[in-house]
């Protein structure tokens, strides 16, 4: 994050709530999130023709209290900076996170993940951001968050058949 930025988590607002299914165990889709080498391959939205944007960089001190910053890039070679601090982590069922664009102005909300059982194998995500200052912010972030959970939620059982943990 650029120096002098707030890091502390909005109080209130508006949220973006969505819910997701992966097929994937939870301690498996808990490390995709922590993990910069994980985050990279799965980390941002699509352009408007349905192609992905990348993660060139990714850096993670994962702990509470520890500062992440990443870079998304758009098919196009535009770059998008954000970044924030780690609330709380809670291996494997929850985390939570500030974030903020790095730009002037832009407003710091609050992520919270939360990770649960949910059958042979699969793991029920609860995504929420916080501290939306109108609903058009909202609104704009949950086509982002949602392209990402569609990633995410594709990576996820490629990597669980990889590493031998999908029944």
């Known amino acids: 994050m650029a120096a002098g930025r707030s890091a502390e ?28 080498e994980h985050l990279a391959r799965w980390w941002g939205p699509r352009d408007d023709e349905g192609r992905d944007f990348t993660a060139p960089s990714v850096e993670l001190d994962f702990r509470p209290g520890g500062r992440y910053r990443i870079c998304i890039r758009s098919p196009q070679g535009r770059e998008y900076w954000h970044g924030g601090v780690y609330q709380e982590i809670i291996e494997p069922e929850r985390l939570s996170f500030t974030f903020q664009w790095e730009e002037e102005g832009a407003p710091v909300t609050l992520v919270e993940v939360s990770l649960a059982e949910h059958g042979a194998g699969q793991t029920l995500l609860t995504f929420r951001q916080s501290g939306f200052e109108n609903e058009a912010s909202r609104d704009g972030h949950e086509g982002g968050w949602s392209e990402c959970m569609d990633r995410l939620g594709a ?5 669980a058949v990889n590493l031998g943990e999908h029944p």
């Open 9 to 36: 988590p909005p109080a209130g607002g508006i949220a973006l709530v969505m819910t997701r299914v992966l097929e994937a165990p939870r301690e498996l889709v808990f490390r995709l999130w922590a993990s910069p």
């Open 155 to 159: 990576y996820a059982p490629a990597v």
